[in-house]
């Protein structure tokens, strides 16, 4: 997939927003055929971040916790009635300066939701179960125009 995150950031406690696409494939296996459609999910979220150890240090370490959207599109969920969920999020993540303005970034995120697969046209109710997407992520932090560290 392809994401970004985008924070404002003091030495304890900040605001981030993230957006992530995981364009796939949904493979299966009808009356012995195989078939293979699009199958997309988008998410963003916003959330409010604590510094453990902050981003002054050599290395540092924050959870967070906020509001994300799940949206799934593709072939594979045209059907559908609601494609769209609101999901709490949590995650942590840690990073690693790899000199003065740039740092390594490893993290966890996780979107917890009941999505309703039910399909246009059909009546009745379908168990929903809660869905837990965790997201795994490596990147660069670059302070914006260079500022601050």
Known sequence: GLGGRLG??????GVEFTG????SKLKFDLNGQQNQEDANVTTGSGRLTLFII???????????????VVHRSGA???ALTDRTDIAPTAGAQA??????LIALTVSA???????D??????????SQITQKDLHL???????????GR
Do not use: N, Q
Request: glycine share 18%; charged share 10%; net charge positive.
């Open 8 to 13: 404002i950031v003091g030495k304890r406690v």
């Open 20 to 23: 992530e696409y995981a364009p």
């Open 54 to 68: 902050p981003t002054c240090s050599p290395i540092w370490f924050a959870v967070s916790g906020g509001v994300g």
């Open 76 to 78: 594979a969920y045209a």
């Open 95 to 100: 990073g690693f300066h790899l000199g003065r």
């Open 109 to 115: 995120d996780g979107y917890f939701y009941k999505p």
């Open 117 to 126: 697969f039910s399909s246009t046209g059909t009546s009745g109710t379908t």
């Open 137 to 147: 992520s490596v990147g660069l932090s670059i302070p914006f125009l260079g500022l």
